[in-house]
């Protein structure tokens, strides 16, 4: 594992922190494959209940790092290619439909600026914790391209049509408290308090009905984009899955005895 991305589990919780804290956590080649890859091993981990994503420094990501980018256009022209942009499809839509397709929840807590792509892959988890000091922009215009990272699929779904096309259109700073307000921050704390209160959430949900989690991202990431008839054979069919699951049974058994439940993610 590349140190730009750490990676470690405790007690069914993976954390993974973006590590370039010099660079604002800009995305180089290198963290992207280690970031990409360290989803995937969180997935297919049976020991992981849930992901924290997160990131050292002042900023969460800042996107694309920039000066990777010049010179890969640089040596496009030089050799007649167009490869630069082959990162959208190997490493930006990988990391996206990880975090997104995870069979277990996602949470990221944002230190501080999430900008281009690291706002996409902040969009992109299930649950969001903000630092007061933090702020999303989306960055892409600013710099003459369209979206990616899912933000064309995931902002709207987040603030709605209107709003995503307005922040796309005209790029600018939205504070913590604004992405309270539009619905894409979940909760916001103090600047202190930001490590303690994702890992609080994040750790939460990894001692909840994991199971039942993956079936409530799959249904709403159905519902999202079919019928309400369809959404709804959709339900009925996670639903039966749901409860035959062994946490089902415990959850019941704790609700007779009057006791708290002790799931154990299956």
Sequence with gaps: MADTVLYEVTDGLATITLNRPDAMNA???????????????????????????????????VGQDLKEHVASLAADREHGTRSTMDTVRDHYNPIVTAITRMPKPVVAGVNGVAAGAGAGF??????????????FNTSFAGVALTADSGVSWTLPRLVGHGRAADLLLFPRNVSAQEAYELGI?????????????????????????????????????HGAGHTLEETLAKEEELQRAAATAEDHGIAVAAFLAKEKPRFVGR
């Design 185 to 221: 921050a979940n909760r916001v704390v103090p600047a202190a308090e930001l490590a303690a209160a994702a890992t609080e959430v994040a750790r939460r949900l990894a001692e909840g009905p994991t199971a039942a989690y993956a079936a409530i991202k799959e249904s709403l990431a």
């Design 122 to 135: 902040a969009f992109a988890a299930d649950y969001r914790v903000v630092a007061d000091s933090a702020a």
């Design 27 to 61: 995305l180089n080649t290198e963290t992207k494959i280690a970031l990409r890859d360290v989803l995937r091993q969180a997935a297919d981990d049976a020991a992981v209940r849930a992901v924290l994503l997160t990131a050292a420094g002042r900023a969460f990501c």
